[in-house]
């Protein structure tokens, strides 16, 4: 009986790593996150009172935007993530994802609209609403452009 139960543990192994090493190469591959290299690279820096966001903004080749941004607000946990979205005409919708602080195992997620006039970025304000977990713009609701905290300027990026 025990010789039975060694050899079914023993076919049940085996079964089990063949299966990995009939896996096709290509799939393997298409599974894989292919990072594109962005086209250019520009850094932003928005001040209001004792409140710093820094925003590095990747352009990619199909027009889309990536990118890292940090919120320092006074009296708040810093705010470090990624923003991602893309152009339509001179505004930038995209969707920031991050932590807050030191908690890691919480990720929040929040839409985003900048109008880009000249080499300044100015970050909207406009009606948010969360359906089903996820926040996004008010449809047909106006973003705010004019009595707005954040105004970006161009700066160096910093070498990391």
Same mark, same amino acid.
């Given at each position: 009986?025990?010789?039975?139960?060694?050899?079914?543990?023993?076919? #049940?192994?085996?079964?089990?790593?063949?299966?990995?090493?009939?896996?096709?190469?290509?799939?393997?591959? #298409?599974?894989?996150?292919?990072?594109?290299?962005?086209?250019?690279?520009?850094?932003?820096?928005?001040?209001? /009172?004792?409140?710093?966001?820094?925003?590095?903004? !990747?352009?990619?080749?199909?027009?889309?935007?990536?990118?890292?941004?940090?919120?320092?607000?006074?009296?708040?946990?810093?705010?470090?993530?990624?923003? #991602?979205? /893309?152009?339509?005409?001179?505004?930038?919708?995209?969707?920031?994802?991050?932590?807050?602080?030191?908690?890691?195992? *919480?990720?929040?997620?929040?839409?985003?609209?900048?109008?880009?006039?000249?080499?300044?970025?100015?970050?909207? !304000?406009?009606? *948010?609403?969360?359906?089903?977990?996820?926040?996004?713009?008010?449809?047909?609701?106006?973003? %705010?452009?004019?009595?707005?905290?954040?105004?970006? *300027?161009?700066? %160096?990026? /910093?070498?990391?």
């Amino acid at each position: 009986m025990k010789n039975l139960c060694f050899f079914c543990l023993l076919f #049940a192994c085996v079964g089990f790593l063949s299966c990995k090493k009939n896996e096709d190469p290509k799939v393997g591959k #298409a599974n894989q996150v292919q990072t594109e290299k962005p086209i250019s690279v520009q850094c932003y820096k928005a001040l209001y /009172e004792q409140d710093t966001i820094d925003l590095k903004m !990747n352009t990619l080749k199909n027009g889309k935007i990536s990118g890292d941004m940090v919120m320092k607000f006074f009296n708040m946990p810093k705010k470090v993530g990624k923003i #991602a979205g /893309e152009f339509h005409g001179d505004t930038l919708f995209a969707s920031y994802t991050f932590i807050q602080g030191a908690n890691e195992k *919480i990720t929040y997620k929040n839409p985003m609209a900048f109008l880009k006039r000249g080499n300044e970025l100015i970050l909207g !304000n406009g009606k *948010i609403q969360t359906t089903m977990g996820a926040s996004y713009f008010v449809k047909g609701s106006p973003i %705010d452009f004019e009595r707005v905290k954040f105004k970006f *300027i161009t700066v %160096d990026c /910093e070498a990391k």
